[in-house]
């Protein structure tokens, strides 16, 4: 059972570049949540998606865009990288509200 | 006030030590209540839902104060492979955070 799964696990980026964070879960779970985590700073929301088609602001939204391509995947994207965005981003999932979240095993993206 | 607040230590104690974190949350209407556990570069993952009336699970018991907003953790008999950073997360409605709202972290280090 792989649980949620993100890609890549490491990236450096040359500022202005783009990329695409994927995340794909197979516990069939309605709402994924993308935060970034900086020292000091705790986990932040980015981005999250209560249910397919629907996504929403978190805390921390500026310069990234998401999209929810079906119930499984929901993506991530730095349309022009800025060494701000250096941090660690996780994928989440969970299957109702009152319910545990499911991490993946994160994403170290250095922006130079 | 944060939402959601956390002593963030470190906590440096001896194997066999008994140690206690308390979380602080601002939303009286708040809902569930979880301790995650993040190992060091790694994913977060639940260690126990809290409920009311308090529960345990071996050496981890959690408590729920509603009247004064407040989770708790205790440790007994402390392990090496319990070093580790304690995140508190609190599920409130609403708000920007997808309901899911993370402590900063409590770090736990267990010396010999």
């Known amino acids: 059972n792989a649980g949620v799964t993100q890609t890549p696990k490491f990236q450096v980026l040359k500022t202005g570049q783009s990329m695409t964070l994927q995340c794909a879960q197979d516990?069939?779970?309605?709402?994924m949540y993308w935060y970034r985590q900086d020292p000091g700073m705790g986990l932040r929301l980015i981005y999250y998606s209560a249910s397919e088609g629907t996504t929403d602001k978190g805390e921390v939204p500026n310069g990234y865009n998401v999209s929810r391509l079906n119930k499984r995947e929901f993506s991530l994207r730095l349309e022009s990288a800025a060494p701000s965005q250096t941090s660690v981003y996780f994928c989440?999932?969970?299957?109702?509200?009152?319910?545990?979240?499911?991490f993946g095993q994160g994403t170290r993206l250095t922006v130079v | 006030r944060k939402e959601v607040e956390q002593d963030p230590g470190p906590f440096n104690v001896p194997e066999g030590a008994t140690v206690a974190f308390n979380c602080t949350y601002s939303?009286?209407?708040?809902?569930?209540f979880f301790w995650y556990r993040q190992d060091c570069r790694k994913e977060p993952k639940l260690l126990m839902s809290v409920y009311s009336s308090g529960n345990e699970d071996g050496r981890f018991t959690a408590q729920l104060n509603r009247a004064s907003q407040y989770i708790s953790l205790l440790i007994r008999d402390s392990k090496l492979s319990d070093s580790a950073t304690y995140l508190c997360v609190v599920k409130s409605p609403g708000g920007s955070q997808g309901n899911l709202i993370f402590g900063k972290g409590t770090k736990l280090s267990v010396k010999p």
């Open positions: 989440a999932s969970r299957s109702s509200l009152n319910t545990e979240a499911f």
């Open positions: 516990m069939n779970h309605n709402s």
């Open positions: 939303n009286s209407a708040s809902q569930s």
